[in-house]
């Protein structure tokens, strides 16, 4: 499903749709010439081409996940990408560079844009990291706990905050701080196109509304100024 998702709010449901219909699907009212409670809202789509994003950490279903979905089921991949886009990622076999795969994904922008300094040595960070001995599959296998993807990119993320000075950040932390709230947004977003895919709509009690939004998690970086 490649369409946008839209929300409106109407009888005090919340409808998720990818266009405002004649009529109301919950209470049949019909639309024509009448204003709506309130402006139909855009969703964003969680997913990015990891491939367009730069110095950026990345996760996506893994390749022998059938449907390669966020469907809470599947088994994700992670990587990062360096100044032109290409994903750096352990496997079995050692670290791929991937020029191709990861046009869709969850994609966490790791620099600040005016860190020029940062993303100048960026690559070489990168590819100084990946070509170490520990991530050489003849001197030390992969190991699903142990040493994997997530072990992976997670090292390279605090082998670059410490030439920053800046303390390690310890697995559980980088994961519920910038890895769980962008999954659990996906796996709606996902659930949703599934909804409005087979029923066209997909409706909703309307929760009560916070007086002021949540900060953005867009303008989360984990190397900032």
């Avoid at 076999?93 to 993303?119: A, K």
């Amino acid at each position: 499903m490649d369409k946008s998702i839209i929300r409106f709010n109407h009888c005090d449901k919340d409808i998720f749709c990818c266009f405002v219909p004649d009529e109301c699907p919950e209470c049949g009212v019909r639309f024509s010439g009448k204003r709506l409670e309130e402006a139909p809202v855009s969703i964003p789509n969680p997913f990015s081409n990891g491939h367009k994003v730069p110095c950026a950490f990345l996760v996506a279903p893994t390749e022998d996940s059938v449907l390669r979905d966020f469907d809470g089921h599947s088994d994700l991949h992670t990587g990062v990408t360096n100044t032109n886009g290409v994903v750096y990622n352990y496997t079995r076999t050692g670290v791929h560079r991937d020029h191709q795969g990861w046009e869709r994904c969850i994609c966490i922008p790791l620099v600040q844009p005016d860190m020029f300094n940062l993303i100048s040595q960026w690559d070489e960070y990168l590819e100084k990291f990946s070509s170490a001995q520990m991530w050489d599959p003849l001197w030390q296998s992969f190991h699903e706990e142990t040493h994997n993807c997530y072990n992976y990119t997670l090292m390279f993320i605090n082998c670059v905050l410490a030439t920053q000075s800046k303390p390690a950040l310890s697995k559980k932390e980088f994961t519920h701080t910038f890895v769980l709230p962008r999954i659990r947004r996906a796996t709606k977003y996902m659930m949703l196109c599934r909804e409005i895919s087979q029923n066209h709509f997909y409706i909703m009690n309307s929760p009560r509304r916070n007086s002021q939004e949540a900060p953005s998690e867009e303008d989360d970086r984990i190397y900032s100024t």
